[in-house]
């Protein structure tokens, strides 16, 4: 018993830190899952647009994702703790809120740069025939049994 104590106190003093640590494991999986069972390369004109919004677009709205979720934000938006609060309160408050909200976009990116999945997509619109003729040469196509179970897999992940 005495064992289970020292790992919940161990736990609670550094709840912070495991708690980035989850949504940036979460975050990661997810990013893997994304790029093998979804993200598929149209090997067209549109490589550019369309690996930038895997990049990127996923990442704002894991931005936005993060602001929604926290407490601190709807407290903030709705006046919960209006006691006479200066400015610069508010701008300590949102500035912590945003710190914590980009953990999950910031690995989002890290993770799909290190894959290079959707920078190299998107590398390949850029006209360079280098780098677009040998990924679009050994593209395949999409199945889609293979997008029903991710859409299956990241609403599951939502619901939670």
Not at 131 to 158: E, Q, W, Y
């Amino acid at each position: 018993m005495e064992k289970f104590c020292t790992v919940l106190d161990l736990c609670l003093s550094h709840q912070k830190v495991l708690g980035y640590s989850a949504v940036s494991l979460l975050t990661a999986g997810s990013e893997h899952l994304f790029s093998v069972m979804v993200f598929q390369c149209p090997c067209n004109s549109w490589n550019m647009v369309y690996g930038s919004v895997f990049l990127l677009v996923a990442a704002l709205i894991l931005f936005l994702l993060g602001f929604l979720l926290n407490t601190s934000t709807w407290r903030l938006l709705t006046g919960c703790c209006t006691n006479r609060r200066s400015c610069w309160d508010y701008v300590k408050v949102t500035g912590l809120v945003a710190v914590s909200a980009a953990v999950a976009p910031l690995t989002w990116i890290a993770v799909a740069l290190l894959g290079a999945n959707f920078y190299e997509c998107a590398a390949s619109g850029t006209g360079s025939h280098i780098i677009g003729f040998p990924i679009c040469r050994f593209s395949t196509h999409f199945n889609k049994d293979v997008l029903r179970m991710a859409l299956l897999l990241f609403h599951f992940l939502a619901s939670f």
